[in-house]
């Protein structure tokens, strides 16, 4: 019964909160309104997500968001004084492989967008069997460290969050 | 309204337009395409992100309704950003072939996705090199 | 004060506008015009937000929204393109 009625749980949620937001709107009839369409989509669309990503330790996935957030603050500050207090051609940018232990393909979005998101790394290419990330650092002295850093800091953590 | 709440948004919005400024002036200023990359995708989502926060306050504190819709839009940029900074590098290994040539190895047989020579594609990537 | 900061904030933005147009017009490749004009998008959600503040006028935020995804569309087509050579496969 739970499985027809909302095959998607997190959708479901996803969508009325982005109803709700879109309408700027909390009262009861844009709530009974946005779960219509919360219930429905899903239904509509479930052909299209054959697999569901298992999604556990709700605890980690705070810990994890908190802690993205301060590094994009921090990683702001640091390129923006890279970028005004350094000349361009003094920087040590380089590309760096990150072997990635993930396998599940959600997961290593998450990661991928992570990593574009904070200290000096931008995500540029997936290895064909997805088994590595091709990474760009901008300001680089110790890419073994950066790689042990981001392994440590977000893989780990999104381990802990789909598998 | 309390001053320090006011102190607070101007400082947001501030904050906001500088982090954007940065961020254009490094896809103005920086040498090569992939470290231009880094600008952009940074500053300007953290600039939009406070100008929004100072967005939601303002119509908090000044016009005293809850309007906290802006967060769609912050939440859109968040997300749209990373998908953004992929697709455009991804092109960018693609055409350029000095850039290509200094990629590290995967560590393991296959190459990487982009560049991975499946069948029939081969010719595509001639076609679309940087001229 | 808030008057203040965004006019500050505009004055920079516009800065930042002229900046991307620099980008895209030096090029040199056609990626870095794509990437300009991204961060052009971004510019404008963030200047009809400030100018949505201070003119008081709540109704300029669907505008603000429909850039950004407008935006992102026509950025990852483009990409898409030169990846691919078609934008829908």
């Given at each position: 019964m739970r499985k027809i009625l909302v095959p998607h749980p997190i959708l479901t949620l996803f969508i009325t909160l982005v109803w709700l937001l879109l309408a700027n709107d909390f009262s009861a009839g844009?709530?009974?309104?946005g779960l219509i369409l919360g219930i429905g989509i899903p239904q509509i669309t479930s052909v299209y997500w054959p697999e569901r990503p298992k999604i556990g330790a709700p605890l980690v996935i705070v810990e994890y968001v908190l802690v993205v957030l301060w590094d994009i603050i921090v990683s702001n500050v640091q390129v923006a004084r890279l970028v005004l207090f350094h000349?361009?051609?003094?920087?040590?940018s380089t590309f760096i492989t990150v072997p990635l232990e993930l396998t599940a393909p959600e997961a290593i979005t998450t990661l991928a967008g992570t990593i574009t998101m904070t200290p000096g790394t931008v995500s540029t290419d997936l290895s064909a069997d997805g088994r590595a990330l091709?990474?760009?650092?901008?300001?680089?002295?110790?890419?073994?460290?950066?790689?042990?850093?981001i392994k440590a800091r977000y893989e780990a953590r999104l381990k802990r969050i789909f598998e | 309204m309390p001053i320090v709440a006011e102190f607070l948004i101007a400082a947001l919005i501030v904050v906001g337009a500088f982090f954007l400024l940065v961020g254009s002036f490094a896809l103005a200023k920086l040498p090569d395409m992939m470290r231009r990359l880094h600008g952009p995708t940074k500053?300007?989502?953290?600039?939009v992100g406070s100008i929004l926060i100072a967005s939601m306050a303002y119509a908090a504190v000044v016009r005293g309704t809850l309007s906290i819709h802006e967060l769609l839009i912050t939440l859109f940029l968040f997300l749209t950003a990373p998908v953004t900074a992929f697709m455009v590098a991804k092109a960018h290994i693609l055409r350029d072939r000095r850039?290509?040539?200094k990629l590290p190895p995967t560590g393991s047989e296959k190459g990487w996705a982009t560049l991975d020579p499946s069948p029939g594609s081969t010719d595509e990537l001639a076609g679309f090199e940087r001229k | 004060m808030i008057t203040l900061a965004c006019q500050i904030?505009?004055?920079?933005?516009?800065?930042?506008?002229?900046?991307?147009?620099?980008?895209?017009?030096?090029?040199?490749?056609?990626l870095d015009?794509?990437?300009?004009?991204?961060?052009?998008?971004?510019n404008a959600i963030a200047l009809i937000v400030v100018i949505a503040m201070l003119f008081e006028a709540p109704t300029y935020f669907e505008a603000a929204l429909l850039f950004a995804m407008v935006g992102f569309l026509t950025?990852?087509?483009?990409c898409k393109y030169l990846l691919r050579g078609n934008v829908i496969e």
């Amino acid at each position: 019964m739970r499985k027809i009625l909302v095959p998607h749980p997190i959708l479901t949620l996803f969508i009325t909160l982005v109803w709700l937001l879109l309408a700027n709107d909390f009262s009861a009839g844009h709530v009974v309104l946005g779960l219509i369409l919360g219930i429905g989509i899903p239904q509509i669309t479930s052909v299209y997500w054959p697999e569901r990503p298992k999604i556990g330790a709700p605890l980690v996935i705070v810990e994890y968001v908190l802690v993205v957030l301060w590094d994009i603050i921090v990683s702001n500050v640091q390129v923006a004084r890279l970028v005004l207090f350094h000349r361009g051609d003094a920087l040590r940018s380089t590309f760096i492989t990150v072997p990635l232990e993930l396998t599940a393909p959600e997961a290593i979005t998450t990661l991928a967008g992570t990593i574009t998101m904070t200290p000096g790394t931008v995500s540029t290419d997936l290895s064909a069997d997805g088994r590595a990330l091709l990474v760009h650092c901008l300001d680089v002295d110790d890419p073994a460290g950066t790689v042990a850093q981001i392994k440590a800091r977000y893989e780990a953590r999104l381990k802990r969050i789909f598998e | 309204m309390p001053i320090v709440a006011e102190f607070l948004i101007a400082a947001l919005i501030v904050v906001g337009a500088f982090f954007l400024l940065v961020g254009s002036f490094a896809l103005a200023k920086l040498p090569d395409m992939m470290r231009r990359l880094h600008g952009p995708t940074k500053a300007t989502t953290l600039g939009v992100g406070s100008i929004l926060i100072a967005s939601m306050a303002y119509a908090a504190v000044v016009r005293g309704t809850l309007s906290i819709h802006e967060l769609l839009i912050t939440l859109f940029l968040f997300l749209t950003a990373p998908v953004t900074a992929f697709m455009v590098a991804k092109a960018h290994i693609l055409r350029d072939r000095r850039e290509r040539a200094k990629l590290p190895p995967t560590g393991s047989e296959k190459g990487w996705a982009t560049l991975d020579p499946s069948p029939g594609s081969t010719d595509e990537l001639a076609g679309f090199e940087r001229k | 004060m808030i008057t203040l900061a965004c006019q500050i904030a505009l004055v920079a933005i516009g800065l930042s506008v002229v900046l991307n147009v620099y980008r895209i017009v030096a090029g040199p490749d056609v990626l870095d015009r794509i990437l300009a004009l991204d961060t052009m998008v971004i510019n404008a959600i963030a200047l009809i937000v400030v100018i949505a503040m201070l003119f008081e006028a709540p109704t300029y935020f669907e505008a603000a929204l429909l850039f950004a995804m407008v935006g992102f569309l026509t950025t990852v087509s483009f990409c898409k393109y030169l990846l691919r050579g078609n934008v829908i496969e």
